[in-house]
């Protein structure tokens, strides 16, 4: 929200997961955002389902992509991540239930993405830079931004790499990955310095 977005770049959001939110978020729905010129507004409300569920992952990206389409696409998952082996986006209100790689790679296929590849899937969570990961991905997006080690619980620094892609749209994906992992290290090592701070 703090980015400044302009016109030619949307950050739409999904929330759910959580029993409750530090917000005006509503526990009870999986709700929908659009963030855009400094605004969150809320575009979608869903029943509550299981963000550890694939299908709730496809419902949204496929929403996504029809309601929001564009000429540079990512996707970035945000929360915790337990790298190969149990997958990331615990949810809390269903017994901590996780997408397991298999469930990513279900709900990938069945999105129509325009280009056939979205530029880059991120993961603002720990552990999630593993070959298995990587493997899977590479037929849905260019690049994986992702950590193999546990991040400090600030995580990514949006609010810098999403103003530089809102002056530059077309900047190439490669440089928008370096902005993501270089703000994560500067802003790591103010907020947490000592804690590891790997994004690749």
């Keep these: 929200i703090a980015a400044q977005t302009g016109d030619d770049v949307r950050f739409v959001v999904e929330t759910g997961g959580a029993a409750s939110w530090e917000s005006e978020v509503d526990p009870n729905y999986n709700e929908r ?33 029809q309601n929001s389409p564009a000429d540079h696409m990512a996707l970035i998952f945000w929360n915790h991540g337990s790298g190969s082996i149990n997958g990331v986006c615990f949810d809390e209100n269903e017994y901590y239930d996780s997408l397991s790689l298999r469930e990513i790679d279900a709900a990938l296929m069945s999105v ?35 950590s193999e080690e546990t991040e400090p619980g600030v995580g990514w620094y949006y609010t810098h790499w999403l103003t530089q892609v809102s002056k530059t749209p077309g900047m190439a994906t490669v440089q928008i990955g370096k902005l993501i992992a270089d703000d994560f290290v500067d802003v790591c090592n103010q907020k947490c310095r000592g804690q590891a701070t790997t994004l690749s």
């Design 33 to 65: 955002y659009l963030v855009q010129n400094g605004i969150a507004t809320l575009v979608d409300q869903q029943p509550r389902s299981s963000m550890g569920d694939s299908a709730t992952l496809a419902d949204f990206l496929n929403w996504g992509v």
């Design 112 to 146: 129509s993405i325009p280009g056939g590849k979205l530029d880059f899937i991120g993961f603002d969570a720990c552990l999630m830079a593993t070959v298995e990961n990587g493997m899977m991905l590479s037929q849905y997006a260019d690049y994986l931004i992702a």
